[in-house]
Structure formats: C-alpha cells, structure tokens
C-alpha cells in the first residue's frame, strides 16, 4: 500500500496511490498557545491500518513546534493521547 501524507489548512490528510483523498485530521488554533484536534476520519477500506495514528502523529508534531497547548475533541484523539500520558 502507498500513501502519501500532506498538509493542509488546518489539517493532515492522507492519499493513495491514484491520489484518492483516503483520510484526514483537523484541527484548530485557538488564541496564541491553544489548539483542538476536532476530526479524524479514515476511509472505511483503509481503517485497522494506523492511518489515524500517522496523522495524529504529524499533527501533534506540528502543535508541539508552534508550541501550543493541545486539547482533543474528537474521540480517537482523546482515546489515543490519554494513552500517551498514561
């Protein structure tokens, strides 16, 4: 399986081979040290594979650069970043 991972405003996303959009995480900068992860979707072909952890992965990366302050609202980020901590 090849997949390429690109950045977009505001999100991660994921494409195949034929540069199908297969899945993607978003987030949103909240003042000048915040910001929410607010979507994770996986195309339901590709779930099971780790696509959403590779994009959580690149978007907290990107957060922790800026320096910001990273608060989870959809489920799969709060689930897998309480694991983090734990």
């Known amino acids: 399986m090849s997949l390429h991972f690109l950045e977009g405003n505001d999100r991660f996303y994921a494409c195949d081979a034929n540069n199908k959009e297969i899945a993607e995480m978003t987030f949103t900068r909240v003042g000048k040290d ?22 959580l992965d690149l978007v907290v ?21 309480a694991r983090k901590l734990d």
């Open 34 to 55: 915040k910001a929410t992860i607010n979507h994770t979707y996986v195309d339901s072909a590709y779930r099971g594979q780790g696509i959403a952890d590779n994009l």
């Open 61 to 81: 990366e990107k957060l922790q650069q800026e320096k910001r302050e990273i608060i989870p609202i959809c489920s799969f980020a709060i689930k897998k970043l």
